[in-house]
T-cell receptor, first 117, second 109 residues
């Protein structure tokens, strides 16, 4: 079955430690996205990637880093520079839109809930 | 800039109708609607494209006023399963979405 997987579902880390969240998709999608969601809030874009070995900062990229070495994988590292990393992190993917038509739907993974102690 | 959603919350009885609005200060290429249940991933409902094309759910309807930079989601004859938080995501440029803060919908028996 095609889909997006994120692991782990729950993650606990000590303050000051870097942590990497996994995101894998087998939908053959070109575009991948990372969002952060805080309680009662909307989704805020951290980073996105349209193609392998290329990615762009979103609205809240400070304190985060990503890589896109394979089409299927888009891991997110939460660094110690991120001041308040406790949040729900969602990864999404979509097919790349045809020029002038508009974006296609995004498929979301189940999310990783990160708690920094 | 983040789109503004209204209302922030709405409570319905099963069978009642609701309208959720999404307003942007920028010109829009498309508007996307998603529903999220507590602790779960958002699920796609609908895309409204500049020019009038729609893609998505056949039991939920929506409108897109390009001139006013607004979209509305219409939920008719609501069911218990409609409960959740509804988000609009707007595409203004750069092939990325900016999401609103959400509208919490509760449908009671």
């Amino acid at each position: 079955d095609g889909g997006i997987t994120q692991s782990p579902k729950y993650l606990f880390r000590k303050e000051g430690q870097n942590v990497t969240l996994s995101c894998e998709q087998n939908l053959n999608h070109d575009a991948m996205y990372w969002y952060r969601q805080d309680p009662g809030q909307g989704l805020r874009l951290i980073y996105y990637s349209q193609i392998v070995n290329d990615f762009q900062k979103g609205d809240i990229a400070e304190g985060y880093s990503v890589s896109r070495e394979k089409k299927e994988s888009f891991p997110l590292t939460v660094t110690s520079a991120q001041k308040n990393p406790t949040a729900f992190y969602l990864c999404a993917s979509s097919t790349w839109p045809l020029q002038g038509v508009g974006m296609n739907e995004q498929f979301f993974g189940p999310g990783t809930r990160l708690t920094v102690l | 800039q983040q789109p503004v959603q209204s209302p922030q919350a709405v409570i319905l009885r099963e069978g009642e109708d609701a309208v959720i609005n999404c307003s942007s200060s920028k010109a829009l290429y498309s508007v996307h609607w998603y529903r999220q249940k507590h602790g779960e991933a958002p699920v796609f409902l609908m895309i409204l494209l500049k020019g009038g094309e729609q893609k998505g759910h056949d039991k939920i309807s929506a409108s897109f006023n390009e001139k006013k930079q607004q979209s509305s989601l219409y939920l008719t004859a609501s069911q218990l399963s409609y409960s959740g938080t509804y988000f609009c995501g707007t595409e203004t440029s750069g092939s990325r979405l900016t999401f609103g803060e959400g509208t919490q919908l509760t449908v009671n028996p």
